[in-house]
Nanobody, 123 residues
Framework: HLEESGGGLVQAGGSLRLSCVAS????????VGWFRQVSGKEREFVAC??????????EDSVKGRFTISREDTQNSSTVALQMNALNPEDTAVYFC????????????????WGLGTQVTVSL
């Protein structure tokens, strides 16, 4: 089970912090990523992190502005996406995505998705 929170309305140049709480058996072994989708467009990769935080990937347009991190307990993981220097092109619904395999998360072909949280960046 994946549940996102932290979306909202922010002015350009501002920051938001999204959280994804992953719960369930062995969730601490899941890779987790963030995707975003604008209405009428395909869902696109934003960032992902391996189960042990050793590996992270970012989409080029967010490198240096977004940071993904995670904290794990025995039965849950919280994956945060710190978003700084936001611009209107970052406006989208942001989805959390999880799977045992980092490669599948990175390509959006993993097993689990959250319902999304809206991020709106105004001028």
């Amino acid at each position: 089970h994946l549940e996102e929170s932290g979306g909202g309305l922010v002015q350009a140049g501002g920051s938001l912090r999204l959280s994804c709480v992953a719960s369930g058996l062995n969730v601490q072994f899941y890779a987790v990523g963030w995707f975003r989708q604008v209405s009428g467009k395909e869902r696109e990769f934003v960032a992902c992190i391996s189960y042990n935080s050793a590996t992270t990937y970012y989409e080029d347009s967010v490198k240096g502005r977004f940071t993904i991190s995670r904290e794990d307990t025995q039965n849950s993981s919280t994956v945060a996406l710190q978003m700084n220097a936001l611009n209107p092109e970052d406006t989208a619904v942001y989805f959390c995505h999880g799977d045992f395999h980092l490669a599948d998360v990175r390509t959006g072909t993993g097993d689990y998705w959250g319902l999304g949280t809206q991020v709106t960046v105004s001028l």
